[in-house]
């Protein structure tokens, strides 16, 4: 089974899982596989590949992970304001509830990333490959869409 396939069937499952308020599948689907220490290590190494990585509500801001693999990531209420994620690969993260104000997306893949709720003021999605799986709930003010255009909002992106 292709790599997208299994991604878009975990993610089926963890939506169905949710809807069936099975909240022990979901804690164990979101169990950190990494301390944020060594986290950092790989980041200051300049490592890039952090596929299926798992942080609990970690303060990323300002970071820089331009052209990093977070493919699969977990963020869950990440702190990435500020963060330079440009030419990164977002595909099936989960970045729900992440703070994403001042981010630059530029140029990422950010193909079925789930943003339920995340906060995208002043964010730069210029270029962006793919459209995110899930957005409702995101907050829009002053976005840089992909096609360059600026959504001035505020507003809420709904269902």
């Known amino acids: 089974m292709d790599e997208d396939r299994k991604r878009m069937e975990e993610k089926q499952e963890l939506e169905r899982r949710f809807n069936a308020r099975d909240f022990e599948f ?3 689907f979101f169990i950190p596989n990494i301390s944020i220490e060594e986290f950092f290590k790989r980041v200051a190494a300049k490592e890039k590949e952090f596929v299926n990585i798992c ?3 970690p303060n990323l801001a300002g ?3 331009v052209g990093a693999n977070l493919t699969g990531a977990k963020l869950l209420s990440a702190n990435l304001s500020g963060a ?3 030419g990164a690969n977002l595909s099936y993260a989960f970045l729900d ?3 994403l104000s001042g981010v630059n997306l530029e140029g990422a893949n950010v193909a079925e990333a ?8 002043n964010a730069n ?3 962006t490959i793919g459209l995110f799986g899930h957005a409702h709930g995101a907050f829009y ?6 096609s360059g255009r600026i959504f001035v909002g505020p507003d809420w992106v709904e269902g």
Request: aromatic residues 4%.
């Open 84 to 86: 330079n994620l440009s």
């Open 26 to 28: 979901i804690d164990r």
């Open 125 to 127: 999605f210029r270029g």
């Open 141 to 146: 003010h002053n976005t840089v869409m992909p």
């Open 97 to 99: 509830g992440a703070n």
């Open 63 to 65: 970071i820089n992970l």
């Open 114 to 121: 789930s943003i339920v709720g995340a906060n995208l003021e």
């Open 55 to 57: 942080l609990k509500r």
